[in-house]
Structures are given as C-alpha cells and as structure tokens.
C-alpha cells in the first residue's frame, strides 16, 4: 500500500513522515538512514556552527541522497530571526547547496521562502496558533507543521486534534504536518484523518540505534512515561519539555527573578536571550555527550509508547505496518 498526498508527492517520499529536527541529537548517520528509509530526515542548521561545517555536511547529504537515489529526502530546519546569530549566514549556505526543504521556527520566513522559492524547494513553518500560522501564511509559506501539546521541545499548548482542524478551518488550501506525541502508527493513522498531509516526529528517533546520544538517554526514553515530561523555561528561556529528575529538580522549571528582568528589559533583552538560547543549547550539548553525568534529556509526552531502541529503518518499518494495521482495523468496524 503507497500513501499519495501532499507530502509524498512533494518530497518525492515513500511514507508522509518526517524525522523532525532536534538540538544536538540529529546527525548525518540518522539523516542518511531517514532517507534510505523513504522518509524526510531534518536538522537544526545550528546543530554544526563550526566554520565549513555546515557546508560539508550538506555536500555529504547531497551526495548520498544522488548516489544511493535515496526513497526520501532531508531538511534543514533554520531558527529565524535576531536570537540565531548565524541565521542569514545558515541561509545563504543552504541556498547554496540547494537544500531540497527547509522547516523555519520562530522569526518571520518571508527571506527563506522568496530564496528557497527560486530553486523550487519548499517552506514549512512551526506554528503552534492561529496567530502565527497567519503571518507565515502571509508571506507564502507552502505548508504548516503543527507542533502541538505534548511535543518534544518547545511543545504548543494546544491538542493536535483541535490545532489541525482549526488550521484546516483558516487555511484550508495550506498543507498541515501534525508535530507532537506522535509514535506510532496508530498516531499516524488518526492524524491523517483529522486533515494532516504527514507527521513529524522527534522523540521517537532519540531511542534509536544511529542517534549519537548518551546511551542513558536513550533508556531515559524508554523507561519514562508521559507523567515524567514536564516543561522548564530555565533552558532557552522558551518553555521546553524534559524528563524530570533529580539533575531537573536542582536546575528548576523556572527563570529566575534577574532572568526575566533581563529578557524583559529593553535595552537587555535583544543580547539576554541569545545568550540564554546558546547558553541552553551548550548545557543540551554537554548532557547528551556520552559519558555524560548530567541527565537534561529533552523529550516529550510520547515516550509513554517507546518501548525500544533500535535502528531507524525498523522504526519506519514497524510504523508503515501499524499504519496499514490501523486504517484495517477502522475500516472493519464499518460494516
Ligand atoms: C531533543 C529535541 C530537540 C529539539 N530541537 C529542536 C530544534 O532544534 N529546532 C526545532 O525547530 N525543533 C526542535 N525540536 C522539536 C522537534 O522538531 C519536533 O517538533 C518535536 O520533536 C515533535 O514532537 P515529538 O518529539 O513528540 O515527536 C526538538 C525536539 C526534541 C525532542
């Protein structure tokens, strides 16, 4: 069985699923593996802010995905606007290398999209309202990724089984990725049917043989359940979710009383909060590092259904199967 829709047919996938971006964790062996998989593979363009970094690791992809004629695809997932000092430059070497799509979070997308338009590339935005969703379809975004509650990361406060009809609603002509607690096919199955062109999903790929992450937060994973994620705003200044234990319980879920005066103030705030997303993104870094003692494990609500670590191809194997097994069993019941 093939699924034919927005995201198939303008990825050129196999499966509508995308292997969303995530701070640290993404790498070039998990993108590869995404891609022979027959699904998209994205990354945090900030994940590689070594000079000529970036470059090489965008030629390598480009590389693979020509020589092995690769099912899926892969992204590049850039933060917009003032608090990603390396914005305009990420852009630019994309655009270079003609990266095949790009997923855009926070800032206005409008020069991603006119640049990545030219070469006929595609323009996803993280949306978690209406609101935003307006302003990145005003400047012509081709489609939204609806990240909503209980996503790893910056989760949206609302359900996706109201955030996408809503979308559907406002915009019905834009195409929708349904982003949070997604991990299996069933996940996947009830998401279509609420109106989404695919899925985008992150915690499900951290417990997976080729993530590079501490071995102790992939068991963090597997062994929490959806009582264990809680949000903190301590780590960018954004609330994010993470499982909580005792490294969390000393670090707080709260900024201090100076750190809200400081990305408040106006004359602070612009230079306050990139230092508090670098100074976040370092402690993320240095947590996840094997050998590492400290346990900051980003994760989010759907680590109640992950129950192994193992490669990627089995994962999008297994999601394929209970996808096929899920609309199955909808359709017996109709009768
Ligand atoms: C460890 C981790 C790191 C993340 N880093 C980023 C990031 O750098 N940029 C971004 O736009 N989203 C980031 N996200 C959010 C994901 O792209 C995606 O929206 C989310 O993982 C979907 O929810 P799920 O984890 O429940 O599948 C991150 C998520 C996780 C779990």
């Known amino acids: 069985m093939k699924i034919e829709n927005y995201l198939t047919k303008s990825l050129n996938l196999e499966l509508p699923i995308i292997m969303a971006p995530m701070h640290f964790v993404s790498n070039t062996v998990m993108l590869k593996a995404a891609m022979d998989s027959g699904i998209a593979g994205a990354f945090p363009s900030l994940n590689h802010r070594k000079e ?13 995905k020509n020589k092995n004629n690769s099912k899926g695809t892969y992204g590049i997932n850039l933060i917009v ?9 990420h852009l630019d070497i994309c655009v270079e290398q003609k ?50 509650a209980g996503a790893g990361g910056h989760a949206g406060p609302y359900p996706l089984n109201v955030l996408i009809p809503s979308l559907k609603k406002h915009f019905p002509n834009k195409p929708v990725i349904a982003a949070g607690a997604i991990s299996s096919g069933e996940g996947i199955f009830s998401m279509l049917s ?7 999903m992150g915690t499900r790929f951290i417990a997976s043989n080729e993530s590079g ?8 994973i597997v062994n929490s359940g959806m009582q264990d994620i809680v949000m903190t705003d301590r780590l960018t ?3 994010s979710t993470v499982i909580y234990n ?18 408040n103030n106006r004359f602070t ?67």
């Not at 992450?213 to 963090?220: D, Q, R, S, T």
Request: net charge positive; glycine share 10%; charged share 25%.
């Open 99 to 148: 990266v095949p799509f790009y997923i855009t979070s926070l800032g206005n997308p409008k020069e991603v999209i006119e640049k990545a338009h030219k070469y006929n590339a595609i323009v996803l935005s993280d949306v978690t309202n209406i609101a935003h969703a307006k302003k990145a379809d005003q400047v012509g975004c081709d489609g939204f990724i609806a990240v909503g």
């Open 52 to 64: 000529g970094e970036l470059e090489k690791v965008l030629t390598e992809l480009n590389e693979h």
């Open 213 to 220: 992450v501490a071995i102790e937060y992939k068991n963090g």
């Open 194 to 200: 609420l109106g989404a062109s695919g899925v985008s």
């Open 237 to 239: 200044g954004t609330k």
């Open 246 to 263: 005792d490294f969390i319980k000393k670090l707080g879920l709260k900024q201090s009383g100076f750190e809200k005066f400081m990305s």
């Open 81 to 89: 606007g003032k608090s990603n000092p390396f914005y305009k430059k």
């Open 269 to 335: 705030k612009k230079y306050f909060k990139m230092y508090i997303q670098m100074r976040g993104m370092k402690w993320l870094e240095g947590a996840a590092i094997p050998g590492s003692k400290d346990s900051l494990w980003m994760a989010g609500q759907s680590v109640e259904m992950i129950n192994n670590i193992t490669s990627i191809q089995d994962i999008v194997n297994k999601l394929k199967e209970e996808t096929i097994i899920a609309k199955e069993k909808v359709d017996s019941f109709f009768v």
